[in-house]
């Protein structure tokens, strides 16, 4: 079972950055590939990005590639989204989540096993 615990959310202008972190419980961190998915009041949740288990490569949806940078310390068992650029179409609320990572998996996809509660983030505008 991993527990994760989402921080960093919160009100920025339109161009401005936030730094989201998501905290995991468990000493195996490293074997889990980890996400970042969105889910904006009154639409479907999508993914953001997402990050081998071990960080050597990384993925991003196009709506946020060259603005948002998501990179994890598997010593603090954390994952981080950090967003630059805002905008307001990036208001969501903001999930993490994990599932074990396979060489094959494709991690774009929501079929992770375990979620944090969300932090929100609101640009703006």
């Known amino acids: 079972q991993v527990q994760l615990v989402e921080s960093g959310g919160g009100l920025v202008q339109a161009g401005g950055s936030l730094r989201l972190s998501c905290t995991a419980s468990g000493r195996t961190f490293s074997s889990y590939a980890m996400g970042w998915f969105r889910q904006a009041l009154g639409k479907e949740r999508e993914f953001v990005a997402a990050?081998?288990?071990?960080?050597?490569?990384?993925y991003y949806a196009d709506s946020v590639k060259g603005r948002f940078t998501i990179s994890r310390d598997n010593a603090k068992n954390t994952v981080y989204l950090q967003m630059n650029s805002l905008k307001p179409e990036d208001t969501a609320v903001y999930y993490c989540?994990?599932?074990?990572?396979?060489?094959?998996?494709?991690?774009?996809?929501?079929?992770?096993?375990?979620w944090g509660q969300g932090t929100q983030v609101t640009v703006s505008s």
């Open positions: 989540a994990a599932r074990f990572d396979l060489p094959r998996t494709v991690l774009t996809g929501d079929d992770y096993a375990y």
């Open positions: 990050i081998r288990g071990s960080g050597g490569r990384t």
